[in-house]
């Protein structure tokens, strides 16, 4: 419980520095996000994160230096995808690859380590497959913010289109997907790691979810007026 906490906090503290750093974005993209209607302020947003992330390695310091050692690194992580000059999300796929680390990889690993006390080659080879399958659907995700990231971030959609972009995904997704649930078969005995893993697969839905389009919002405001 204290490692999914932990990982938690880190996650809410990552994503609550992405959105300040992709504010003029967002304007135009998410346009309904509490930031961009100002219903919190820049500050209060990093006073959040900063308090999320303090409280994600204090649990993880709790739980050992292995914990702490990976929470560390999925804290860089989310500061190179998120802060310039780095800002990985402009380097096209070197913002999805950060992305599936800090979404599933580091995460999962924590989780693993925290609950049998150790990782080993197989359990790290299904998690790479689930990483990698998570880098080629999240290459999707990008078609929502295609409008406010023209001009600003070199991401796939923006490159090659929503068909070929389409395509890389399915291509990069689909055989390792297809690994994944072939480990999965071969270590069905381990039921509570087979549940752990399975519980992942809501995550990564949830992560990959498209925010309602600017469209979609007006209609949802209107009716609930």
Sequence with gaps: ILGGLSFLALYMAGTTLNDIFD????????????????????????IFSIILYLIGILISYSLGSLILLIATIFIVLSFLYSVEPAKFVKRGILGNIVLGIVSIFLPAMAGIITIAGKIQTLEIILLLTLTIFFIGISLFKDFKDMEGDKGKRKTIAIKFGKQKTTLLGLIISTPFFIIFITTLIMIKQNLTYFLFIISLIPLTHLKLKNYPTKQEHKRFTHVRL
């Design 23 to 46: 504010f003029e974005e967002d304007k135009i993209n998410m346009p309904y996000r509490p930031l961009q209607k100002e219903i919190i302020s820049i500050n209060e947003a990093y």
